[in-house]
């Protein structure tokens, strides 16, 4: 059959073709030894063509009122004269070729459709480009590889072209071809159909169903959007994308109590921000969802001035009756039907309608309401204001089937908002129960510790105050030996160690207000320092001391803070036992004091680290577990904070920060 | 010369302000409970009292206020170990208050001053 040039190769669209009549014609064998019409046909035509598929042609034709009068003389026309009187009334160009592409000559729908560009000797594919021809469809009559090579020959060089071409100056037609036989040689006739209804009708049929894929995308990411914002987001890059309804601008406007405000605006300021942008995104290939991420991930179209201007929208949802029907809304008339229309300027006298319109600068306007269960919950508003492309009847009916999608998946988003914030106000709620529990726990603990520092103070205080108070009596009227003063001394200086001891552990206990007093901090910092010098030497302890060379004034009780600096001092250098460094450094920096205590100790374990302040917990074998507790406390009482810091430089690193300002003792503090 | 009555439960802080006071020349009288202190200021009338909190019986601030209640014009000083009765609005009555101390300098210049006030205001 591949070698049968009679045999109609091209399934159905042969169909198509004006010569039904071949269909008639035998599929096996050459037709010249089939059919019984042989004679006829040799002296039906003028014998130019003797070819069997004109002959099979003329064969369906052949009868007796198919004695065509090609001209007035009455006599029978040529064969040539027929054809072009048939293909003339059906509109149908025939370029006849030789088998290797040049063309032999064509009729006078080509020369009329293609003046001067089918001429004779040229090749077929190349007029065929010139001619801005688009074939839908090309096909040969020649079934099998045999057919598909020779189109690939005849046709372009190898290709055969089914695309469609976008610019509105091609020309669309259907291309077939099928061979004839001209005496000795074999030719080719391609038929050229205008297609252009056609055409028109696929590109509508195409661009519903890119629509209808937009939607499906859009409803896809309706149901992957959660919280409001992403949804509103949602609704209106659907609406400005070029992948979505291509509108050049569209705001939202929410219900919020009696009145549509505006809440999120996407698209140009003007014309050459539109160019800049819409020339930047024609680069790019992006799809709905990625510019939709994009947004996200930026908090919001980046539209700024748009922004502002929706931000600006606040239509009383209820008019004023006095604006009677002429004044009437249309805008809120639709909100009211909840129907989806177009509003232009001209089409409406309503001072509402007409503000809007002259505040966004636009003529025509897509109304779109926004409704669940006929409840209102926003109205999209969308317009062409660059480009001025009229909204269609089309538009309208998508945006209604898309703010179905849109008002439910909004209403959804409210719930998840709601849903959102309940949870967060438990989570938070939780928190806050557990931060109190916690605080419940530590001030249960320092009652505690506040009734025995009580108690056992008492017991001790007074003997104590008797020890050393009748020691001092001694001494005021010593006439004994030196020896001896200086052991009473001794009484004297240890007692009143102990009593500073029970006056920290009771100031602890119940913080009272001591009156603040100016102090220098270098100071006292050097003052306590002196006091460990000995202690730090004998264990051979390097110790840095960085100091401001001015003193640094403010007011404050001395005691608290040499009570927390002698604590911090004494754990650094307990922590160091006989080797290593210990820094101490005072600095100032904006308005607050930062003295840090510093050792490079065997430091404090991570999971420990938060426990450090709890009183009576200790890391020492004959600690008492309240010297941090007491110098947080102090600290506090000044006013400031102390902290553990990580360091790489020293394993435990404390820094007190005092405020150098105020220095009122802060009692809810405590 | 001023009298100044000391009353403090326990004997060796009783024996260290006598001791410490005369020094400074006043007569000391001394009782060891409230009950006591409150016989002690009818019949000696002092011009001053150095009156403990913690007391076995009736304690210092109940004392202060029967005292009081007898003789509104003596002066007192309450002297304890606890610095947390200082809040308590009984003992804001006392012309002064003092946490106990082995070191008597502020104990002195307090005594000091509140029986000058006391004179002048006389």
Same mark, same amino acid.
Not at chain 1, 231 to 239: D, F, G, M, R, S
Not at chain 1, 301 to 321: F, H, K, M, N
């Given at each position: 059959?591949?070698?049968?040039?009679?045999?109609?190769?091209?399934?159905?669209?042969?169909?198509?073709?004006?010569?039904?009549?071949?269909?008639?014609?035998?599929?096996?064998?050459?037709?010249?030894?089939?059919?019984?019409?042989?004679?006829?046909?040799?002296?039906?035509?003028?014998?130019?063509?003797?070819?069997?598929?004109?002959?099979?042609?003329?064969?369906?034709?052949?009868?007796?009122?198919?004695?065509?009068?090609?001209?007035?003389?009455?006599?029978?026309?040529?064969?040539?004269?027929?054809?072009?009187?048939?293909?003339?009334?059906?509109?149908?160009?025939?370029?006849?070729?030789?088998?290797?592409?040049?063309?032999?000559?064509?009729?006078?729908?080509?020369?009329?459709?293609?003046?001067?560009?089918?001429?004779?000797?040229?090749?077929?594919?190349?007029?065929?480009?010139?001619?801005?021809?688009?074939?839908?469809?090309?096909?040969?009559?020649?079934?099998?590889?045999?057919?598909?090579?020779?189109?690939?020959?005849?046709?372009?060089?190898?290709?055969?072209?089914?695309?469609?071409?976008?610019?509105?100056?091609?020309?669309?037609?259907?291309?077939?071809?099928?061979?004839?036989?001209?005496?000795?040689?074999?030719?080719?006739?391609?038929?050229?159909?205008?297609?252009?209804?056609?055409?028109?009708?696929?590109?509508?049929?195409?661009?519903?169903?890119?629509?209808?894929?937009?939607?499906?995308?859009?409803?896809?990411?309706?149901?992957?959007?959660?919280?409001?914002?992403?949804?509103?987001?949602?609704?209106?890059?659907?609406?400005?994308?070029?992948?979505?309804?291509?509108?050049?601008?569209?705001?939202?406007?929410?219900?919020?109590?009696?009145?549509?405000?505006?809440?999120?605006?996407?698209?140009?300021?003007?014309?050459?921000?539109?160019?800049?942008?819409?020339?930047?995104?024609?680069?790019?290939?992006?799809?709905?969802?990625?510019?939709?991420?994009?947004?996200?991930?930026?908090?919001?179209?980046?539209?700024?001035?748009? =922004? #502002? /201007?929706?931000?600006?929208?606040? &239509?009383?949802?209820?008019?004023?009756? !006095? +604006?009677?029907?002429?004044? *009437?809304? @249309?805008?809120?008339?639709?909100?009211?039907?909840?129907?989806?229309?177009?509003?232009?300027?001209?089409?409406?006298?309503?001072?509402?309608?007409?503000?809007?319109?002259?505040?966004?600068?636009?003529?025509?306007?897509?109304?779109?309401?926004?409704?669940?269960?006929?409840?209102?919950?926003?109205?999209?508003?969308?317009?062409?204001?660059?480009?001025?492309?009229?909204?269609?009847?089309?538009?309208?009916?998508?945006?209604?089937?898309?703010?179905?999608?849109?008002?439910?998946?909004?209403?959804?988003?409210?719930?998840?908002?709601?849903?959102?914030?309940?949870?967060?106000?438990?989570?938070?709620?939780?928190?806050?129960?557990?931060?109190?529990? =916690? #605080? /419940?726990?530590?001030?249960?603990? &320092?009652?505690?510790?506040?009734?025995? !520092? +009580?108690?056992?103070?008492? *017991?001790? @205080?007074?003997?104590?105050?008797?020890?050393?108070?009748?020691?001092?009596?001694?001494?005021?009227?010593?006439?004994?030996?030196?020896?001896?003063?200086?052991?009473?001394?001794?009484?004297?200086?240890?007692?009143?160690?102990?009593?500073?001891?029970?006056?920290?552990?009771?100031?602890?206990?119940?913080?009272?207000?001591?009156?603040?007093?100016?102090?220098?901090?270098?100071?006292?910092?050097?003052?306590?320092?002196?006091?460990?010098?000995?202690?730090?030497?004998?264990?051979?302890?390097?110790?840095?001391?960085?100091?401001?060379?001015?003193?640094?004034?403010?007011?404050?009780?001395?005691?608290?803070?040499?009570?927390?600096?002698?604590?911090?001092? #004494?754990?650094?250098?307990?922590?160091?036992?006989?080797?290593?460094?210990?820094?101490?450094?005072?600095?100032?920096?904006?308005?607050?004091?930062?003295?840090?205590?510093?050792?490079?100790?065997?430091?404090?374990?991570?999971?420990?680290?938060?426990?450090?302040?709890?009183?009576?917990?200790?890391?020492?074998?004959?600690?008492?577990?309240?010297?941090?507790?007491?110098?947080?406390?102090?600290?506090?009482?000044?006013?400031?904070?102390?902290?553990?810091?990580?360091?790489?430089?020293?394993?435990?690193?404390?820094?007190?920060?005092?405020?150098?300002?105020?220095?009122?003792?802060?009692?809810?503090?405590? | 010369?001023?009298?100044?009555?000391?009353?403090?439960?326990?004997?060796?802080?009783?024996?260290?302000?006598?001791?410490?006071?005369?020094?400074?020349?006043?007569?000391?009288?001394?009782?060891?409970?409230?009950?006591?202190?409150?016989?002690?200021?009818?019949?000696?009338?002092?011009?001053?009292?150095?009156?403990?909190?913690?007391?076995?019986?009736?304690?210092?601030?109940?004392?202060?206020?029967?005292?009081?209640?007898?003789?509104?014009?003596?002066?007192?000083?309450?002297?304890?170990?606890?610095?947390?009765?200082?809040?308590?609005?009984?003992?804001?009555?006392?012309?002064?208050?003092?946490?106990?101390?082995?070191?008597?300098?502020?104990?002195?210049?307090?005594?000091?001053?509140?029986?000058?006030?006391?004179?002048?205001?006389?």
């Amino acid at each position: 059959m591949s070698s049968d040039k009679l045999a109609i190769g091209a399934s159905q669209d042969a169909a198509q073709i004006p010569s039904r009549a071949a269909a008639g014609a035998p599929k096996r064998g050459r037709a010249s030894e089939t059919t019984p019409r042989r004679t006829t046909s040799r002296t039906a035509t003028d014998g130019s063509i003797p070819s069997t598929s004109t002959r099979a042609l003329h064969g369906e034709m052949s009868g007796p009122e198919l004695r065509w009068a090609a001209d007035a003389s009455g006599e029978t026309g040529s064969f040539s004269g027929f054809l072009e009187q048939l293909s003339g009334s059906l509109g149908l160009g025939i370029v006849l070729a030789r088998e290797d592409g040049r063309v032999v000559q064509a009729n006078h729908i080509i020369a009329r459709d293609f003046p001067g560009v089918f001429t004779g000797g040229r090749q077929f594919s190349e007029a065929l480009d010139e001619a801005s021809v688009v074939d839908l469809h090309s096909f040969s009559f020649l079934a099998g590889p045999a057919g598909e090579e020779i189109a690939r020959r005849v046709l372009h060089g190898g290709t055969l072209r089914r695309q469609l071409g976008e610019s509105a100056s091609r020309k669309h037609f259907s291309h077939f071809f099928f061979p004839v036989a001209w005496g000795s040689e074999s030719l080719h006739a391609h038929c050229l159909l205008s297609i252009q209804p056609e055409k028109q009708l696929f590109d509508a049929y195409r661009s519903n169903l890119e629509q209808l894929t937009s939607m499906s995308e859009v409803i896809d990411l309706f149901f992957e959007s959660m919280s409001s914002g992403d949804v509103i987001n949602l609704i209106l890059v659907a609406v400005t994308a070029s992948q979505g309804f291509g509108f050049n601008r569209a705001f939202f406007l929410e219900v919020t109590g009696d009145h549509l405000m505006g809440r999120l605006g996407i698209g140009p300021a003007d014309a050459e921000e539109a160019h800049r942008i819409w020339s930047r995104l024609a680069d790019s290939d992006i799809t709905l969802r990625e510019t939709l991420n994009l947004f996200s991930r930026a908090g919001g179209p980046p539209d700024l001035a748009t =922004q #502002r /201007l929706v931000r600006l929208i606040s &239509l009383p949802l209820e008019e004023d009756a !006095a +604006a009677g029907n002429e004044g *009437e809304s @249309r805008i809120l008339r639709a909100c009211r039907d909840r129907r989806p229309v177009r509003v232009t300027g001209s089409s409406t006298s309503s001072p509402i309608d007409r503000n809007l319109f002259g505040m966004l600068g636009t003529d025509a306007l897509a109304v779109v309401p926004l409704s669940v269960q006929d409840r209102l919950a926003g109205v999209l508003l969308a317009d062409n204001f660059i480009t001025g492309r009229t909204i269609t009847q089309d538009d309208l009916h998508l945006l209604k089937t898309f703010a179905g999608y849109a008002a439910m998946a909004l209403e959804r988003s409210h719930l998840h908002d709601e849903l959102t914030r309940h949870l967060e106000k438990l989570r938070r709620a939780n928190h806050d129960l557990q931060t109190h529990q =916690q #605080r /419940l726990l530590q001030a249960e603990k &320092l009652s505690a510790l506040g009734k025995m !520092a +009580a108690c056992v103070s008492h *017991e001790i @205080r007074n003997p104590l105050v008797a020890i050393g108070g009748l020691t001092r009596s001694v001494l005021s009227d010593w006439s004994g030996s030196d020896d001896s003063r200086e052991a009473l001394e001794i009484v004297v200086g240890e007692v009143e160690r102990l009593e500073r001891f029970l006056n920290e552990t009771l100031t602890f206990v119940r913080p009272t207000t001591r009156a603040h007093e100016p102090v220098d901090l270098v100071e006292i910092v050097s003052g306590v320092l002196h006091t460990f010098r000995d202690e730090i030497q004998r264990r051979n302890i390097r110790l840095q001391v960085e100091l401001p060379a001015e003193p640094v004034r403010m007011s404050a009780d001395p005691d608290l803070l040499r009570g927390a600096l002698s604590n911090l001092i #004494r754990n650094a250098q307990d922590a160091l036992r006989s080797k290593g460094r210990m820094r101490v450094r005072l600095e100032v920096r904006s308005g607050l004091v930062e003295i840090s205590v510093g050792d490079t100790g065997p430091g404090i374990p991570e999971e420990l680290r938060h426990l450090i302040f709890e009183p009576f917990y200790t890391s020492k074998d004959d600690g008492t577990g309240i010297g941090l507790a007491i110098t947080q406390q102090n600290i506090r009482n000044l006013g400031g904070n102390i902290t553990l810091e990580d360091d790489e430089e020293y394993s435990t690193l404390f820094k007190i920060r005092l405020p150098l300002g105020t220095l009122t003792v802060d009692r809810s503090r405590e | 010369m001023k009298k100044i009555l000391i009353a403090d439960d326990e004997v060796s802080m009783r024996k260290l302000y006598e001791r410490e006071l005369a020094k400074e020349g006043y007569e000391i009288i001394t009782a060891s409970n409230g009950k006591e202190a409150m016989e002690k200021v009818r019949q000696e009338i002092p011009d001053l009292l150095v009156l403990d909190i913690r007391m076995p019986g009736m304690d210092g601030l109940h004392t202060m206020s029967c005292i009081l209640e007898e003789n509104d014009e003596l002066p007192i000083i309450i002297n304890s170990a606890y610095s947390s009765y200082k809040d308590s609005f009984m003992s804001w009555t006392a012309d002064a208050y003092l946490v106990k101390s082995s070191d008597l300098t502020e104990l002195k210049s307090t005594v000091a001053t509140v029986l000058e006030n006391r004179s002048v205001c006389l």
